[in-house]
C-alpha cells in the first residue's frame, strides 16, 4: 500500500494531512460546542412556550443563527478573512481554518441542540416544577440528562459537518486532507490522491457515526436503567 501511495504523493504526507484534519476539527468541535451548547439551549427555553419564553432574546439569537447558517462555508472563509487575520495574524494554515470553521459550527450546534431539547417529553418539566427546581437546576438535572442520546447525535452530525467544512478550507490553503486533495489532486491532475483522500474521509465519517451511534444508543439505555 505505500508503495502504492509513494507513486504520486509520500506517505508522510498523508499521516500529516490527516494530523491537521483531526486537529481542526478537534479544536473547532471544542470551543464550537463551549459556545454552541448554550445557545441552543437559550434558543429551545426562549421560544415560544418555552421553560423562560424571552421573545427578544429569542428573535435575536434566532436570526443571526440564520444568517450564519445561510451562508455557505467557502464563502464565509472568504467574507471573515479580516476577522481571521485579527485572531490569528494569518489566513492560511490549519490555525487559519478553525476561525471560520468555528463561526460555521456554532449556529449548527445551537440548532441541532435546540432541536434535541425540543424532544424531551413535556412530563419533565412537569417533574422540575413539581419538585420546586430552578431554571438552571431543570435545564442541568432534568433537560439535558433527557435529552443526552438525541444531543450526542446532534454533536456527531456536527463533527460530520466540520469533516466537510475541514476539506474545503483546504481551496484556501487551510491544510489537512482538502488541501492534499486539492493541491495534488486537483491541480496537478492527481487522481490517485484525489481517490485516496475521498476514501480517507470516508472512513473518518464512518468511524465517527458509528461512534456516535454507539454513545446515544448506550446513553438511552442508562436513562432508562
Known sequence: MSDFLDASVPLSQYTQAFGDTLYMVCVALFIGSVIGIPVGVLLAITRKDGLRENRIVYVVLNTVVNIVR???????????????????????????AIVP????????????????????????YEAAESLGAGTIETIRYFILPEAKGSMVLALTTATIGL?????????????????????????QFDT?????????????????????????RKSRHEKKG
Not at 479580516?82 to 490555525?95: A, D, E, K, Q
Not at 460555521?104 to 417529553?121: F, H, K, M, Q, T
Not at 489537512?176 to 489532486?185: H, P, R, V
Not at 483522500?197 to 451511534?213: D, E, H, K, P, Y
Request: proline content about 3%; hydrophobic content about 55%.
Open 70 to 96: 445561510s451562508v455557505p462555508f467557502i464563502i464565509l472563509m472568504v467574507a471573515i478573512m479580516p476577522f481571521t487575520r485579527l485572531v490569528v495574524h494569518t489566513s492560511i494554515g490549519t490555525n487559519a
Open 101 to 124: 470553521l468555528v463561526v460555521y459550527v456554532i449556529p449548527y450546534i445551537g440548532r441541532l441542540i435546540e432541536s434535541a431539547i425540543l424532544e424531551v417529553d413535556s412530563g419533565i
Open 192 to 216: 490517485v490522491v484525489i481517490l485516496v483522500t475521498v476514501v480517507i474521509l470516508i472512513a473518518i465519517v464512518q468511524l465517527v457515526q458509528s461512534f456516535g451511534n454507539w454513545y446515544a
Open 163 to 187: 469533516i466537510g467544512a475541514t476539506a474545503m478550507a483546504g481551496t484556501i490553503g487551510g491544510g489537512g486532507i482538502g488541501d492534499l486533495a486539492i493541491s495534488y489532486g486537483y491541480q
